[in-house]
């Protein structure tokens, strides 16, 4: 976002949107983190509040307490001129994997790829059954282990599928979830968010 002319503001007194205590049925606790966000980033000059985990994104979009347009970075990105901006080549195949969050509350399942086209060489490879949950799901990975389980050996099926070098997702949990049995399987698929690929191939470290 600076390379692309922006002053990005991260405020160190910011904390957890409070997703995951909803999920956990602690509305109290996600209301009072809710609200101290919101009154910490109503202090700042700033046009938008860019979240770059869809999950988050998706709570503080639906239960909006802001006064500013709330955005995912896909989407932010997707609607820049990258014209004067450099990429270095890549020519692997990235699987892009677009969590439910991204896709049903965001609607943003096509910014992903979108940024990612920027770089020359690249082949972008969607997964099949790309409505089908990874099992993350917030907690319920933790709270239903053996459905979430079985829900990855899906999805992991899909990603293999396409032969991938790298398989980019726009929400941790989901990262977490997908990496944890690819790493086991060491097949060497690097999973990672598609701003971080988008970054790396303007050399930013």
Do not use: W
């Not at 996600?30 to 980033?41: D, G, H, K, S």
């Not at 979108?114 to 969607?126: F, S, T, V």
């Not at 726009?170 to 598609?194: D, K, M, R, T, Y």
């Amino acid at each position: 976002m600076n390379q692309l002319g922006y002053s990005v503001h991260v405020p160190q007194q910011q904390t957890c949107c409070g997703a995951l205590y909803q999920h956990r049925g602690a509305l109290s606790h996600a209301e009072r983190l809710l609200q101290q966000n919101q009154q910490i980033f109503s202090n700042l000059n700033l046009s938008a509040l860019i979240t770059t985990a869809s999950g988050c994104g998706a709570h503080l979009m639906e239960n909006n307490v802001f006064s500013i347009p709330v955005m995912d970075i896909n989407q932010f990105l997707a609607e820049q001129d990258f014209s004067e901006i450099q990429f270095s080549p890549l020519p692997k195949r990235v699987a892009v994997h677009h969590p439910c969050t991204l896709r049903h509350i965001i609607r943003g399942s096509q910014f992903p790829s979108k940024i990612l086209a920027h770089i020359p060489g690249i082949e972008l490879k969607e997964l099949a059954n790309p409505d089908q949950c990874c099992g993350a799901a917030g907690t319920y990975f933790l709270d239903q282990p053996s459905m979430a389980a079985a829900l990855l050996n899906h999805k992991i099926r899909d990603v293999l599928a396409v032969n991938a070098d790298y398989l980019v997702t726009s929400n941790i949990g989901c990262a977490f979830h997908i990496a944890s049995q690819l790493n086991e399987s060491q097949n060497g698929i690097e999973v990672l968010h598609p701003v971080t690929l988008l970054a790396r191939q303007m050399s930013i470290q």
